[in-house]
């Protein structure tokens, strides 16, 4: 561990339950942060990511989930990486800057040099020790992982102008109506300890702000829709915009992968781009076979060491298959997550799907989905213990958990 100064500190924001509603079904059983990617939980990408961090003292999660709901998984990752991992929970959301100064006590007692700060539903090869070298090099309070997206998608994000030459953010909108640019903010951002002093100067204009309007009653209840809470604090339009062009904000730009995993049908995408990953970074997860021993797996493959897969069945690309899982003979399966306890029986098809917890695919059936994962049911979602029986086919469906399906379905969402 270097000198304390040059302690580094992150911080990932995880949500809460009410903030996964687009990932119904699949956040009914287990809180998003925690659903797998790649055989991972999706927080595990992030927070695999901050161990490369030269002299990282300690990774805080912030959410307001139930402690009890990420105690087992803090508890084996810390193990796992030789790095303290602790959850903190909110007592009510703050906002993304409010949140990390809720917890600045706890966040400065490793006394930081630089804090980093990741949202974990955003997948991206998180290029964190290049974007700390970058932050060092232009000093300033903090620098923000951007990323050049098409035209026609920006405006779905926080779009950003930055110096060519300096890489200084020199203006910042979220989600604006007009075309600003084709850069966008990744969520992803290295600061130093001087981002507290700029969300206290946000809370302490809102508080005043707030008893200047006590004068009027009539000011009071016409602008009482309007006004945040001192203590909610944003980090893209309270903290990025104003600091925007004072030479206090950098950029670093990532030529790499970058998606935002609001939907289960962008968890399938996101799936692919890590398990493509892992060709670099941890070939000893990927699955392979000849179909001789051991089935035949095309492409990037991951398969739980638990999981029991025929050696007839034919596997990838952009598969999953999560522990205890059970492939029968014959089975193919394409571009889709099988999770725990899963039982896939002979000569079944899964292709651009994700098949819930406990659910089984009869004898024959086929599961799948277009493949478009900007559409609802452009993929097929199998809630929790869902049946196929034997011969039937579900084509681009949402079942919700507890399900028996013993017809053909074709674009529904079953209730």
Known sequence: MGSSEERVV???????????????????????????????????????????????????????????????????????????????????????????????????????????????DICCSFPLPEMLDAHKRHGGMGTVLVIKVS???????????????????????????????????????????????AIQNVSTQRKDRANLRRVSSFEALQSATKALPSDFVRLDQDILSPLAGKKQLYTYETLDFWEQIKTPGMSLKCSALYLSQFRYTS???????????????????????????????KIGPNVSISANARIGPGVRLISCIILDDVEIKENAVVMHAIVGWKSSVGKWSRVQGEGDYNVKTGITILGEAVTVEDEVVVVNCIVLPNKTLNISVHEEIIL
């Open 151 to 197: 035209a026609e998608s920006a405006n779905q994000f926080g779009e950003l102008v930055a110096d060519p030459t300096t890489n200084e953010l020199l203006h910042y909108t979220e989600k604006p109506e007009t075309f600003v640019s084709d850069l966008i903010n990744c969520g992803v951002y290295v600061f130093t300890p001087d981002i507290f002093g």
């Open 283 to 313: 070939p000893n997860l990927l699955a392979s076979g000849d179909g001789t021993k051991s089935a035949n797996i095309i492409g990037d493959v991951y398969i739980h060491p638990s999981a029991k897969v025929h050696p007839t069945a």
């Open 10 to 120: 992150a911080v990932i924001l995880v949500g809460g339950p009410t903030k996964g509603t687009r990932f119904r079904p699949l956040s009914l059983n287990i809180p998003k942060p925690l659903f797998p990617l790649a055989g991972q939980p999706m927080v595990h990408h992030p927070i695999s990511a901050c161990k490369r961090i030269p002299n990282l003292a300690q990774i805080y999660l912030v959410g307001f989930y139930e402690e009890r709901e990420f105690a087992l998984y803090v508890s084996s990752i810390s193990n796992e990486l030789k790095v303290p991992v602790r959850y903190l929970k909110e007592d009510k959301p703050h906002g993304s800057a409010g949140g990390l100064y809720n917890f600045r006590d706890r966040i400065m007692e490793d006394s930081p040099s630089h804090i980093f700060l990741l949202n974990c």
